[in-house]
């Protein structure tokens, strides 16, 4: 059984798109000049595909989430190729394990001494969002200009390896800073909070609907 869209999604996403090695953590796309992309991550078995395989048990290892980990090319290549027992099946579960939690928790340790430079913090990520969308987005204009294009694949990636943990970052810092903000910005805060939940799980299952980015927020982040 092939690994899934679903899955392949789900396991770039936790990852943010990044070597789940700790002493790796190599960006897996490549931009060109011309704007194209390409992604060279691999998801790798944690217990082989088959019975003889790397850290193989006699059967046949899952295509699904939980017996894959994604690595890069070099990465991935020497774990499988090194002596039995070098890179255990508990080793790679830990490796997946905590650089999942990594991205998860990231912004959750920031302090920060005023409200301008919380939103001085938030706004350059929601920049970096924005400008993504804007250049790589189903409405921008070298989607528009040439539909044909990979372009769908790029941004596809940019929003499970850039747009989705930038959100994360966000909702982290914000709530652990969240006293410095005034009951109106928390508001629009929550609002953001529920569209960028429902954003991220639309990419692994496709939702009819979810909420929009909600403007107020980017305004109130850049007052």
């Excluded at 390409?38 to 217990?47: L, Q, R």
Aim: charged letters at 20%; hydrophobic letters at 35%.
């Amino acid at each position: 059984m092939a690994i899934s869209d679903n899955t392949v999604k789900l396991l770039w996403g936790r990852a943010a798109g990044t070597c789940s090695n700790p002493t790796c953590r190599t960006d897996l796309t490549v931009l060109l000049e011309d704007g194209r992309g390409f992604n060279v991550g691999e998801m790798a078995h944690v217990i082989a595909s088959s019975p003889t395989g790397p850290r193989g048990v006699g059967t046949d290892g899952s295509d699904e989430y939980e017996n894959l980990v994604l690595l890069c090319p070099t990465c991935h290549r020497t774990v499988d190729k090194a002596p039995a027992g070098t890179y255990s099946v508990a080793m790679l579960h830990q490796w997946k394990q905590d650089h999942e939690s990594s991205v998860r928790s990231n912004g959750t340790a920031l302090k920060f001494q005023s409200v301008a430079e919380l939103k001085t913090y938030v706004a350059r990520l929601l920049y970096e969002n924005k400008t993504l969308w804007s250049n790589l987005g189903p409405k921008s204009l070298v989607a528009q200009a040439d539909p044909g294009s990979n372009m769908h694949e790029v941004w596809a990636l940019r929003k499970l390896d850039t747009i989705v943990p930038n959100n994360t970052k966000i909702i982290n810092a914000v709530e652990a800073n969240i006293t410095l903000l005034n009951s109106t910005e928390t508001a629009s805060f929550f609002q953001f909070k529920i569209h960028a939940q429902a954003f991220e799980k639309h990419q692994y299952t496709r939702l009819d609907s979810y909420p929009m980015f909600p403007v107020d927020f980017e305004k109130a982040m850049l007052s």
